[in-house]
């Protein structure tokens, strides 16, 4: 299982990797990749928008189920990956790259902090 150290994890299974810029880019990890199956489709969130932490903010479908995805932190929507729409299976085969869900300008960057590092990640899918 991949488990970038450089990366914050949610118990949900959405990862977050904080910008140069302060922004945070938000995409599903490996594990939940792995549990989803073939991916076939993404509702991404609207650019725009303002996501509350823990809140819905879009679904993956995939040949197995539909599973929300939720939002890691509070923060409005700066950009949505559009490759996503033509090539869901990007977040089977790249998911801590081109399989990336949207960048979040964050409210409260504090929020980052409560999230799980690597480690406890992995100590999370151990349990």
């Given at each position: 299982?991949?488990?970038?150290?450089?990366?914050?994890?949610?118990?949900?299974?959405?990862?977050?990797?904080?910008?140069?810029?302060?922004?945070?880019?938000?995409?599903?990890?490996d594990?939940?990749?792995?549990?989803?199956?073939?991916?076939?489709?993404?509702?991404?969130?609207?650019?725009?928008?303002?996501?509350d932490?823990?809140?819905?903010?879009?679904?993956?479908?995939?040949?197995?189920?539909?599973?929300?995805?939720?939002?890691?932190?509070?923060?409005?929507?700066?950009?949505?990956?559009?490759?996503?729409?033509?090539?869901?299976?990007?977040?089977?085969?790249?998911?801590?790259?081109?399989?990336?869900?949207?960048?979040?300008?964050?409210?409260?960057?504090?929020?980052?902090?409560?999230?799980?590092?690597?480690?406890?990640?992995?100590?999370?899918?151990?349990?």
């Open positions: 299982m991949n488990i970038p150290e450089e990366l914050r994890y949610s118990t949900d299974h959405e990862w977050v990797r904080v910008e140069q810029d302060g922004s945070v880019t938000v995409g599903v990890t594990y939940a990749q792995d549990a989803l199956g073939d991916v076939v489709f993404v509702e991404l969130p609207e650019v725009g928008s303002t996501l932490s823990g809140a819905t903010f879009g679904e993956v479908e995939s040949t197995k189920s539909v599973s929300d995805l939720f939002a890691p932190v509070t923060g409005t929507v700066a950009t949505v990956n559009d490759l996503l729409t033509d090539h869901p299976e990007k977040i089977n085969e790249d998911p801590y790259g081109e399989g990336w869900i949207c960048t979040l300008s964050v409210s409260d960057a504090s929020q980052i902090d409560g999230l799980l590092d690597a480690a406890a990640y992995s100590t999370l899918l151990e349990g």
